[in-house]
């Protein structure tokens, strides 16, 4: 007699939403929004819509810390990469700000098919791919190849997420790679960059604050750098270390510190200037 064994296995709830999971509805309000009519946008290869190099520039100022930090992060997990990973930074808008990857794949996008910093990803542009919808959705979202409209991107799978600073969306991150990859195994791998660049960007809020605070004890641009190093528990030798300066004089500005702010050593000074920041 042949015996059969039947397994229960566990659902696995998964963080990001698909084409599948949504509404017809919600699917064909979209539908409305695009510019053109769907077979249009399937014999697309090219990115319709992107600024002029004047606007771009006030995007990119306006993201400074932001470009920086997600670049920093993409770049450094693109080299670690056997496998080819392109990374879109959008502003809120979907405006692409910055694109990391193969600096060979960058450039033929660029050059031959319009994909690159000013480039446009509204459903109006671009139709349906995952930067559109992570905008209207506010939220993470995961398209297949065939799930986009543009011919561009049916090769690729993508994820999708907005970027949060203090609680806002302040850009979109997306990760694209070949629909041949497993999508699972890079999963991870796009939710450890995304949580380094809002770790880090939370980090700079939070020097933001500090340095407000310690402004209205009238310290100067020396003393604020030395006296934030000092709330992160730096000592004196390591400080100068950083800064390019010597042990003696982190010490004496640090006694500054002390008399501008009223405390006598470094636990007061750290409580007095973290507590509600932490």
Sequence with gaps: MALTFEFETEKVIQPWRTITSLDTTLLKNWAKQRLDDAHHYNMQSNM????????????????EI???????HCEST???????????????????????GPQE?????NRNHNLGPGSVFTIQNAGLNAISIS???MDWVYLTGAEHDFKLFKEWDCFCSPVRQNGEIIGYLDMSFSVQEDHLLLAGLFAF???SIEEELGKQDQQKSIYEHFQTYRLSPREKEIGYFWLKNYGALRI??????????VRNVVKKIYRKTEVSDKGQFIRKFLNGLI
Excluded: C
């Design 105 to 109: 794949l960058v450039n033929t996008l």
């Design 48 to 63: 319709k819509e992107r600024l002029k190099e004047d606007v771009l520039k006030q995007y990119v100022k306006s993201s």
């Design 135 to 137: 905008i209207e959705l």
């Design 78 to 100: 693109v080299s670690g990469m056997f496998k080819s990973v392109l990374f879109i930074l959008t502003s809120a808008e979907g405006i692409v700000l910055s694109v990391s």
């Design 66 to 72: 932001l470009i920086s930090v997600a670049n920093r």
């Design 240 to 249: 100068a270390s950083e800064l390019g300066l010597t042990e003696g004089t």
């Design 193 to 195: 960059t995304l949580k």
